[in-house]
């Protein structure tokens, strides 16, 4: 079996939960007299992943014929689906579609995985992002920086320390 | 026959009947008589007496009058001179007691002015005496007041002055740390914002977050 590449269908926790949802209509109803796979995933997807769902199962060489092959793949995706890690990103904007698929692309071609990403928005963070992994925090946005060159100013300014701004 | 002495009874009776009230008519009649008689003399007396009474009430009608036009006239002088004397005593009073009265006057307007001369010159040596010791007294609090309160007051400013600035910088810190973030965010196009969480990314994964 091929490795899944699911980052077509989503990348966020959100929509994966929504992604294997609407998979699991479409798996109940394999064993209908008039199941049509191609209208079903159009009906629950649209015709784009409706089309990037049929490639995946020409990789993956699952026959459409065979309806115990379509449901335990799809049942498959989504296991793997839920197995995947969450990466909290914190972001001072709120980014569009395309600039989510962009950071979901730069995990597969950084760390050969997919993640699913969990987007959390906090204008205080100014720039850049704070990320947590693996239960592990890191920030790496323009706030830290910021409060400790306005500290470093005021102090100039004033001459007595004063107390760092809150985070 | 027997109707004859009958009849010579009725004849007799009927004349003594006509005997009797013409004797009795004679009676009345001089008893009206007498009694007309009477009565002319009981009105000639009445009328008398009347009469008699009439002129005697005029007469003492008469005498009442003149006695009290005498009265009168007596009275009436008396008044007169009465009056005259009188006036003469009043005027006399009205005379005397204008002159007590100014006298009265005089004397009081007098004392009234002495007494107030009196007052106004022991007023004026009170109050000096009482404004010089107001001036003693402001003098000595005026020194107090530039020993001991002044400094303390001036101390007090200069910490409120300096508690002030203090608490307006704070504000302007607070005010500079909540604005200039925002500021500066929206300062940043989306391409920057992408750019920026790249290169977050790439320090995350050389810090080894995606391991």
Redesign the interface.
């Known amino acids: 079996m091929e490795t899944l590449d699911l980052s077509d269908f989503f990348t966020s926790k959100a929509e994966s939960s929504d992604f294997c949802s609407r998979l699991a209509t479409v798996s109940q109803s394999v064993y209908e007299t008039d199941f049509d796979l191609q209208k079903a995933l159009l009906e629950q997807f649209g015709i784009l992943k409706k089309d990037k769902f049929m490639a995946l199962l020409r990789d993956n060489e699952i026959s459409i014929e065979s309806n115990s092959d379509l449901q335990e793949f799809m049942n498959k995706i989504c296991q793997k689906a839920s197995a995947l890690p969450t ?1 909290t ?1 914190s ?3 709120e ?2 579609e395309t ?1 989510l698929k ?2 979901s692309s ?2 597969v071609l ?2 050969n995985h997919q ?1 699913l990403i969990d987007i959390q928005i906090d ?9 947590t ?2 239960g ?1 925090f ?1 920030d ?4 830290s920086k ?2 400790q060159m ?1 500290s470093d100013f ?1 102090n100039s300014q ?1 001459g007595p320390t ?1 107390p760092a ?1 809150p985070a | 026959m027997p109707t004859l002495p009958l009849q010579i009874i009725q004849v007799v009776a009927d004349l003594a009947i006509f005997f009797f009230i013409g004797y009795y008519f004679l009676k009345l009649r001089a008893k009206e008589a007498e009694l007309d008689k009477r009565e002319g003399k009981v009105d000639a007396d009445y009328h008398q007496i009347v009469d008699t009474a009439l002129a005697k009430e005029r007469k003492i009608l008469e005498d009442a009058t003149a006695e009290a036009d005498q009265i009168i006239a007596g009275a009436r002088h008396v008044s007169q001179s009465a009056k005259d004397e009188v006036s003469r005593a009043l005027q006399l009073m009205v005379v005397d007691i204008q002159k007590e009265a100014m006298d009265t006057a005089k004397n009081f307007t007098s004392n009234y002015q002495l007494t107030l001369k009196q007052l106004s010159a022991q007023s004026t040596t009170d109050f000096q005496e009482i404004v010089k010791g107001l001036k003693n007294d402001l003098q000595i609090q005026i020194q107090q007041f530039h020993q001991n309160l002044l400094p303390v007051l001036e101390k007090q400013l200069e910490d409120y002055r300096t508690a002030r600035l203090a608490q307006t ?1 704070k504000m302007v ?1 607070s005010i ?2 909540k604005a ?3 500021i ?2 929206r300062s ?1 196009s ?1 391409e ?3 750019s ?6 790439e ?3 050389k ?1 080894g ?3």
Do not use: M, Y
């Open positions: 990466v990103i972001l001072a904007f980014p569009d600039i962009e950071f730069w995990f950084n760390t993640v204008p205080s963070l100014i720039a850049g992002a704070s990320i992994s693996n592990k890191h790496f946005s323009a706030k910021f409060n306005l005021l004033s004063l701004s | 910088e810190t500079v740390q200039a973030p925002e500066l965010n940043l989306l920057d914002h992408r920026l969480v790249l290169e977050s990314l320090k995350a994964k810090a977050a995606f391991d």
